[in-house]
């Protein structure tokens, strides 16, 4: 959580070399979630055995949605890589819902 004042998050940058104001670590979980739905709204997509090693274990995606939609043709895995599709940019939110393990 950042300071909302500038005042406040200026003089915490110049006290502490950031703005911060509250910070709580993510788990291996949450980290791995956060990097694959921020991963997905990217071209490139997500490197699996990256999600994989930030979780801990097992990527948090659900695996009869990621069959379902590589069906559908809304996501497509290349190698080690997961992505979204053109196709399925425009739906990107009910994907995300879909797929990952929150």
Same mark, same amino acid.
Do not use: F, S, Y
């Given at each position: 959580?950042?300071?909302?004042? /500038? #005042?406040?998050?200026?003089?915490?940058? &110049?006290?502490?070399?950031?703005? %911060?104001? =509250?910070?709580?670590? %993510? &788990? /291996?979980?949450?980290?791995?979630?956060? @990097? =694959?739905?921020?991963?997905?709204?990217? !071209?490139?997509? +997500?490197? =699996?055995?990256?999600?994989? !090693?930030? @979780?801990?274990? *097992? @990527?948090?995606?659900?695996?009869?949605?990621?069959?379902? =939609?590589? #069906?559908?043709?809304? +996501? +497509?895995? #290349?190698?080690?890589?997961?992505? $979204?599709?053109? *196709?399925?940019?425009? $739906?990107?939110?009910?994907?995300?819902? #879909? %797929? +990952?393990? @929150?």
């Amino acid at each position: 959580m950042r300071h909302k004042k /500038p #005042e406040n998050w200026m003089a915490a940058v &110049t006290r502490n070399g950031h703005g %911060l104001q =509250l910070e709580d670590p %993510l &788990t /291996p979980h949450e980290r791995a979630v956060e @990097a =694959l739905v921020m991963g997905l709204r990217i !071209a490139e997509g +997500v490197d =699996l055995p990256r999600i994989d !090693a930030l @979780a801990g274990g *097992a @990527a948090p995606i659900e695996p009869r949605a990621l069959a379902r =939609l590589r #069906e559908q043709g809304l +996501v +497509v895995r #290349e190698g080690d890589r997961l992505r $979204v599709t053109d *196709a399925g940019m425009p $739906v990107l939110e009910a994907i995300l819902r #879909e %797929l +990952v393990i @929150a």
